[in-house]
Structures are given as C-alpha cells and as structure tokens.
C-alpha cells in the first residue's frame, strides 16, 4: 500500500497558503523518504521538497524554497506541503511519494533522482483561481 495524496481545499485563490495531507502507511513514516513532486500541466514532474525519515531534516527545491513547507507527523503519520501565497504557476498535481528504505533524501529534484520513489500517491489536484 502506498501513501495516498489528498488536498486541503478545492479551489484556493492566489495568495491563500492551502495545505496538503499525504496519508502514508505507518511502515513508511519512520523509514523512508517522503517528497512531494509536482507535475504542472504539459511539463515534466517537479521535485518541490522532500523530509527525512526521521522528520529532522528538510530538503527543498532551489525554486520551492521559501515558498513552500514540508513537515511530519509521525503520529498521525501524515506529511504536509504548505504552499505559501499561492499563484497561478502552481496549478497542477501534486504526489506524495517514498523512497525505498535506506534511499537518500537529498535527492529528489532531477529525473533521475525522481525516479528513486518507488512508491506513489494517486497525486491531488491543486487548481487555482485568479
């Protein structure tokens, strides 16, 4: 069973700062990397930012820092994405996803490094109006 994606609103306006949930299995929340990758409409999949296992360490795009924040509860088993003032630019999916047990968490903006999750959430849409 894989994490599963779900937003925090339907429409947000530009500048509201909506959250995501991703549900992850209790197995994965302490043991793997979880990232969040966005994917706008007609572009490539996007590393946006990644935390550790642990939860003690966050890692962000060059282009999501400041902008964005990933955060843990490990009891609720839950990995959020706060998006700061939203804009029309981050329209699209978002997916919560892990990496294998042991994979690094500094890598996750590149194809290649993208490629590393290995398990996915289904992805929730993030539409956003003027």
């Known amino acids: 069973q894989g994490p599963a994606a779900e937003s925090g609103a339907g429409l947000v306006q530009s500048g509201k700062s909506p959250h995501l949930v991703c549900t992850v299995p209790?197995?994965?929340?302490?043991?793997?990397?979880i990232g969040w990758i966005r994917q706008a409409p007609g572009k490539d999949r996007e590393g946006v930012a990644a935390?550790?296992?642990?939860?003690?360490?966050?890692y962000y795009a060059d282009s999501a820092r400041g902008r964005f924040v990933i955060a843990k509860d490990k009891v609720k088993n839950e990995v959020y994405l706060q998006i700061i003032k939203l804009t029309p630019e981050d329209h699209g999916m978002y997916y919560c996803?892990?990496?294998?047990?042991?994979?690094?968490?500094?890598?996750?903006?590149?194809?290649?490094?993208?490629?590393?999750?290995?398990?996915w959430g289904q992805g929730t849409q993030v539409p956003v109006s003027a």
């Open positions: 209790a197995s994965l929340t302490t043991t793997t990397c």
């Open positions: 996803a892990a990496k294998r047990q042991g994979g690094g968490c500094n890598g996750f903006v590149s194809p290649d490094e993208i490629a590393e999750f290995t398990t």
């Open positions: 935390i550790s296992p642990a939860g003690y360490n966050t």
